[in-house]
């Protein structure tokens, strides 16, 4: 996508049906990817794999951690297994086995976690996870991938299939509007910069990329010119974007479903710290869990909005020009 780009977000099918969507097509071209399910394959969208391929879908019922043991039994015999669940499920039940069974052989098995951020709604702290981005991050050898909308979705479910090694895939339940048109390309590692600018860099991932295109749109009212980078890729991260970005504009905002602390932001925050330190500003959700609501009650009440992205960007202006 070309830096400057105006974008008109249109609506978008939900980051979780678009995995499902991309998992038929790597179905269809690989006849070694398999997919593990712990009995949600309706809401994970793994199903659809299940009707085309029934013979390559294992159902463990409700027992995560199996899964993710079983999943890297058959890495082992040269399959490639997408165990799927909720991030909440997957990522807290089954992080010893994703220790032990996945990233300590180094084995080459894909964890997507669906129903990820507090976005997943009036189902409740219980199962909304806000932790598994550093909980994967953690884990020596993973590659840890967060798409905007559906057409980066297919595209990095396609690209882990193709990296050889343990990767964590998150997708959320709402639908997400169309960033992307189909023409970007998309590399593990690689960030994607949006719009172009000189005075702050919002770096965003997830949902939040839609939220920090509308925070430009309005900061450009104000006279403030705002890069906005798409960091789809949290580990391995796109050290060189980081860099010129501190470099360039002098500040940054870091915007992500998740909590702050442990998050995208703050290895961001690492990278500007070794390099090129710079002020930075952090969205997200602050060392709380939320409770329930809709979706857009959640993210207005813990400020994960265009608004709340803008607000950032001035105050660490504000900081910049002291």
Wanted: glycine letters at 8%; hydrophobic letters at 45%.
């Amino acid at each position: 996508m070309p830096a400057g780009t105006k974008f008109e977000l249109k609506p978008g099918p939900a980051t979780r049906e678009a995995f499902g969507r991309a998992l038929v097509e790597l179905g269809r071209a690989n006849k070694d990817v398999v997919v593990c399910d712990a009995d949600l394959s309706k809401s994970t969208m793994t199903v659809y794999f299940q009707k085309e391929f029934p013979d390559r879908f294992f159902s463990y019922g409700i027992a995560e951690a199996n899964m993710v043991a079983q999943a890297a039994g058959l890495a082992y015999a040269g399959k490639i297994p997408f165990a799927a669940s909720f991030s909440a499920f997957v990522m807290n039940k089954g992080f010893e086995q994703l220790r032990v069974c996945v990233a300590y052989p180094n084995l080459n098995v894909k964890i997507v976690g669906t129903h990820s951020g507090i976005s997943i709604g009036e189902d409740g702290p219980s199962q909304m996870s806000v932790e598994e981005t550093s909980l994967a991050c953690s884990l020596p050898g993973f590659v840890v991938l967060t798409p905007a909308d559906e057409v980066s979705t297919k595209a990095l479910v396609h690209a882990a299939a193709a990296h050889v090694g343990p990767v964590f895939i998150r997708t959320g339940r709402p639908k997400a509007p169309i960033i992307y048109n189909g023409d970007q390309n998309f590399e593990i590692g690689k960030a994607v910069k949006l719009l172009d600018g000189t005075d702050v860099t919002i770096i965003a991932n997830g949902l939040l990329v839609a939220e920090a295109l509308r925070a430009a749109e309005m900061l450009e009212s104000e006279g403030i010119s705002t890069r906005v980078l798409d960091l789809h890729t949290v580990k391995p991260l796109d050290r060189d974007a980081i860099r010129r970005a501190a470099w360039e504009t002098g500040a940054i905002v870091a915007a992500e479903e998740h909590l702050v602390d442990g998050g995208m932001g703050v290895r961001v925050a690492q990278v500007v710290a070794e390099t090129t330190p710079c002020p930075m500003e952090f969205v997200g959700i602050q060392d709380t869990y939320a409770e329930s609501g809709t979706p857009s009650e959640l993210l207005d009440k813990y400020g994960l909005l265009a608004r709340d992205v803008a607000a950032a960007v001035r105050k660490v202006l504000a900081r910049k020009r002291r």
